[in-house]
């Protein structure tokens, strides 16, 4: 199971991190994509902007480069919100969101599929969230690109299933991190109440569900939406 190349979108931080920091200690050799700053310790890491295709592109071929090989699994972490209600919401934040989060993927699964083909083998996992199948007020733009990798998932399953290919979507709930911190204290306690195990998670427990699907016992789940939402979204 261990050993293979993995490539973690947005792996500098937060939930990206973790995965990747999950899968290196679990013997796979781990590159990261990073936008900004500076990577973390200890990971290999790479230069991507998923908004812009040539940046995709540059990225897996300086990945094929460190690994001597092609892709095998890719986790498609990268996400980005800008919140607003519906009538307030500008066309850029709506564009914005939907061109990082729903595109952005698409753009890194294209260009992984390539390798994978010829292997006759990989791994996509997505990470979309709970909002993308339950909803949220002032979240139209990020709720739409997250039930849009839903889509993108199955339909790679049904086009690349034959070829050992799997495509699976987690779905987290609230999770511990950046995105999180800018929450208000009232919001995240009303939150927290609507949960049915009564608090946010770590991202280590998302960690945990992607390794699973990326490793062998997961061979023939494809096309799933696995939730790690404490029973928020009640298994959608
Ligand atoms: N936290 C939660 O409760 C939660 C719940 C459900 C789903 N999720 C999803 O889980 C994923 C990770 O979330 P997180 O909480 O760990 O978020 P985070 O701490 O805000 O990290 C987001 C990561 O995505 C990267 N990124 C954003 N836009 C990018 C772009 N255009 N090109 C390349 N990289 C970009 C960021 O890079 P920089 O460091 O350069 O900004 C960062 O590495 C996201 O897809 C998010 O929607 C999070």
Not at 163 to 171: D, H, K, S
Not at 185 to 199: M, N, S, V
Request: contains cysteine; proline residues 4%.
């Amino acid at each position: 199971m261990a050993g293979r190349n993995v490539l973690v979108t947005g792996g500098n931080r937060g939930i990206g991190l973790s995965i990747a920091t999950a899968l290196a200690e679990a013997g796979d050799n781990v590159v990261i994509t990073h936008r900004s700053g500076e990577p973390p310790e200890g990971l290999q890491a790479v230069r991507c902007e998923v908004t812009d295709s040539a940046s995709v592109d540059q990225a897996f071929a300086d990945a094929e480069a460190i690994w001597g090989g092609p892709v095998e699994v890719l986790v498609a972490n990268a996400g980005v919100t800008r919140d607003g209600l519906l009538m307030r919401m500008s066309d850029e934040d709506f564009d914005a969101v939907i061109d990082t989060n729903l595109a952005g993927a698409f753009r890194c699964a294209r260009r992984a599929v390539k390798g994978m083909i010829k292997q006759r083998k990989g791994r996509i996992i997505f990470i979309s969230s709970v909002v993308g199948l339950y909803g949220s007020p002032g979240q139209t733009n990020y709720s739409a690109s997250k039930a849009g990798l839903v889509g993108l998932a199955r339909s790679i399953s049904r086009e690349l299933g034959g070829r050992g290919i799997t495509a699976n979507v987690v779905a987290p709930g609230f999770i511990e991190t950046d995105m999180t911190a800018e929450l208000p204290e009232d919001r995240k306690k009303a939150y927290q109440a609507t949960i049915p195990a009564g608090r946010f998670a770590q991202p280590e427990e998302v960690a945990a569900a992607v390794r699973f699907l990326a490793g062998d016992d997961a061979a023939y789940i494809t096309g799933a939406v696995i939730p790690v939402d404490g029973g928020l979204g009640m298994g959608h």
